[in-house]
């Protein structure tokens, strides 16, 4: 009965594989040279094929496309739009107060010349 076991316990951590060069190895041994194969492939591929970026890219042109469509870019033009014409309001009307204050000092210069002409000094 212990060789059994023995022999069962064999068998549960070493099952057999076949490779391709006809010996026999553990699949565990299988295995972790399929997973180094695997990550060494990764390894020697271009950045730019990476998936992880192609996801990125995906999802930073999905967002891009979605803004656009809900009027994002044009909400911030309408707001420019907007800032502009309102600092060409103030623009005109502090060229009018000026106009205005300009009339004030030459209707008040003459009044001085009228007022000196007059003889009070």
């Not at 565990?28 to 990125?56: F, G, Y």
């Amino acid at each position: 009965m212990p060789a059994q076991a023995a022999t069962d316990a064999t068998t549960d951590v070493e099952f057999l594989a076949e490779t391709p060069s006809g010996t026999q190895t553990s699949t565990k041994d299988h295995l972790e040279s399929e997973k180094l194969r695997l990550e060494i492939a990764t390894l020697r591929r271009a950045w730019w094929q990476s998936p992880t970026l192609a996801a990125t890219l995906v999802a930073s042109l999905v967002t891009i496309c979605l803004s656009w469509a809900a009027g994002l870019f044009d909400l911030r033009r309408d707001q420019i739009t907007l800032e502009t014409n309102r600092a060409r309001f103030e623009r005109d009307q502090l060229k009018l107060e000026i106009a205005n204050q300009e009339q004030q000092k030459l209707i008040l210069e003459g009044e001085q010349r009228n007022w000196r002409a007059s003889g009070n000094r």
